[in-house]
């Protein structure tokens, strides 16, 4: 195979990979906070995306026609929007249920996820069908041998890159990070200590979830296209990654993103009948490495205490 | 109130007032077409059950459901009969009750998995579909008699849910959860994407046929005409009686004891020597084939299978009975799949935004009320027994 190639492929699996990456830091934070697995995750994820797009909408109708200018209020109001939506699903059904059994958290998102991608598929004008997502990007691309590199991924990947740079950056710099590690290596102790318990899980739900748009937003401007189900696979996946990489472990996660999309970008290589059964195989590998090493490759901090 | 075994008539009364009553508002329900008063009968019968349950009246009945449940279970297997006497020339109706009491017996399946053992499976209409499948290429391909072809699809559901017995026995709540829904999003996107099967267009069944008998021919006897649907009416109802006795009696069993020891607390279980293992197969397998069997002869009695009936949401509508019926109740599970098939149904209006409603729906229930509507009685070891 000629190395115009493999670069394609490379650069398709690192694309893959940081929304993965993306999808699943925001597992692993909820889990390091409240130890709850928050199966929504992934669903809104697609409300982001279809936030972004709305608002790309409103702001053609007002005859606003500079890309950038559009970029930014549909990033400003995907994640803005994405970062309240997290919070309040903290609040309102998370937090309540804290005291109930685990079952019942795994349910209540669940059902939330459905609720939201329901909500988008029906009232969400023609929701149901696929829609296109607008190219903001400069299309450009460079030549390098039978490698073009379109300058929209790379601006992609880059984003991507200093998104989970930042994310380290706020987590491991200051003091709100600092909050954030406290309750998720102890609560009560982080409580005696003065940390606002409540809002930290609020402030980390909306991290997450930020980040989980900004993830719908990449994927929207990579593929041009966006529809209901995209959340749920991203979701499933995005979850698969933080497992793999250790429920908890910001780095194992975004490793475990990598690895399922290299994993991914392998058996669609290496397959030939893999094209048509492309999303097949993702979750054959999920579950299967499940099977492998259920609780990931990287074991959670703690193990379960009887 | 003196309870023994033989206080007879007065504590079988309210079970059998609550079974005629809810005979008879299901035969007005589904006899009415206008949407106007059907929404006005759901309003009404949604306040008779807030009414009777502020007046104290729903605890008789379930009192007399857990003395008397055999009686009552016989009743309740007329009532059924008598719907069906009813709409007995009314295809669509036969076919909706058909499709209740199949739905049932999948639910009672996914029970003894979530409600008994503990196991998670939100994979439940890809067990369901698997069965239908199956009816689906035996009964084009092969010449296997078609009592068996329901035993095969059973048989189909356990073995290929046997395919994830590894990763859901090594792992346990949320990572277990996500083996299945893996599983639920896999099935769905192979159908579409295999044309063996019909691809996104699915395949035909045949209807059954038993000894000659064909199901797919209307009947007729003595000059009245009666549904072909009925024969699948009592075929189903066969089938749902045997699911509902086996149920009862795999959880007043000691193995039912043991399951439920292995859901409540899996390590002190462990201690007490159970075979943790040996216990979470049997319930995972026995829970599939109950589905795998009622979906081969949903199959039959649709006639067709296509991806688009097995996806995720469908799982997550049978794991939605189970709440609403309150988990591990075989009574709640079928009331709740009488709630939940019916009235998207009747109620075009709602029929597009029934997922969106049943997953708010189970949102509001494990917010106030996580028990579900029937809430499962405290296991009586003797008769006449109460904790």
Known sequence: MDLGLVAQYTMNGLMLGMMYALVAVGFTLFFGVLDVIKFSHGDVLTVGAFT?????????????????????????????????????????????????????????????????????????????????????????????????????NAILLTAGALVIVGLQLLLNRTKLGLAIRA??????????????FNAIVLITFAIGSALAAFAGLMNGLYYNEINFGIGLYLGVVGFSAAIIGGLGSIYGAILGGFLFAGLQTIGAVA???????????????????????????????????? | MAISGNDGGRSLLPGAAAVVLVTVFLIILLRVENQKAIIALLALGIGAVIAANRLGLL???????????????????????????????????????????????????????FGYAGVLNFAGASFFG??????AVLSQHTAVPHLLVLLIGGLMAALI??????????????????VTIAFALLFKTFLEVNDVLGGPQGLQVRGMTI?????????????????????????????????????????????????????LDETAAGCFGLNIVRWKITAFLLGNSLIG????????????????????????VLVSILLLGGIGNPWGVAVATVIVVIVPEKLQVIQEYRFFLYAALVMMVLLFRPEGLLPRPVRRYFPGWRP
């Not at chain 2, 605890?59 to 449940?69: C, G, I, L, N």
């Open chain 1, 183 to 196: 309750v998720a290596q102890d609560e009560e102790t982080a409580k005696t200590m003065g940390v606002n």
């Open chain 2, 293 to 316: 069997v009622a979906g081969t002869l949903h199959g039959m009695v649709v006639g067709f299978v296509q991806p688009n009936n097995y996806t995720f949401a469908d799982s997550l």
């Open chain 1, 52 to 152: 972004a797009l709305a608002s790309f909408i409103g702001l053609q109708s007002i005859g606003l026609s500079s890309d950038a200018v559009e970029l930014l209020a549909m990033l400003v109001a995907a994640l803005g929007a994405m970062a309240l939506l997290g919070a309040f699903i903290a609040r309102a059904f998370i937090l309540p249920l804290r005291s109930a059994p685990a079952l019942n958290t795994l349910l209540i998102t669940l059902m939330l996820g459905t609720v939201l991608r329901e909500a988008v598929r029906l009232f969400y004008p023609d929701g149901a069908n696929p829609k296109p997502f607008p190219r903001l990007l400069p299309a450009d691309s460079i030549n390098i041998g039978n490698f073009n590199l379109r300058l929209d």
């Open chain 2, 211 to 263: 000894l000659g008998w064909s199901f797919n021919d209307n009947i007729e006897i003595g000059g009245v005409e009666l549904s072909f649907y009925l024969n699948y009416f009592v075929m189903s109802m066969m089938i749902v009686v045997l699911a509902f006795v086996v149920v009862r009696r795999l959880e007043r069993s000691w193995i039912g004891l043991n399951l439920d020891a292995l859901r």
């Open chain 2, 59 to 113: 605890k008789p009945v379930a009192h007399s459901f857990s003395e008397r449940e055999d009686a009552l279970g016989l009743l309740a297997i007329v009532a059924t009969f008598a719907v069906g006497a009813v709409f007995h020339e009314d295809h669509f109706v036969l076919l909706l009750v058909c499709t209740v009491v199949l739905y049932t017996v999948a639910t009672l399946g996914l029970s003894i998995q």
């Open chain 2, 161 to 178: 849910g046997s395919l994830l017995l590894l990763p859901v026995l090594r792992t346990r709540g949320h990572y277990a959860a996500v």
């Open chain 2, 130 to 135: 698997i069965g239908a499948y199956t009816a």
């Open chain 1, 271 to 306: 397959l030939p009948f893999a094209s048509a059964y492309k999303d097949v195989f993702a979750f054959a590998v999920v579950i299967a490495l499940m099977a492998w090493r259920p609780t990931g490759l990287i074991p959670e901090k703690l193990s379960e205490r009887v």
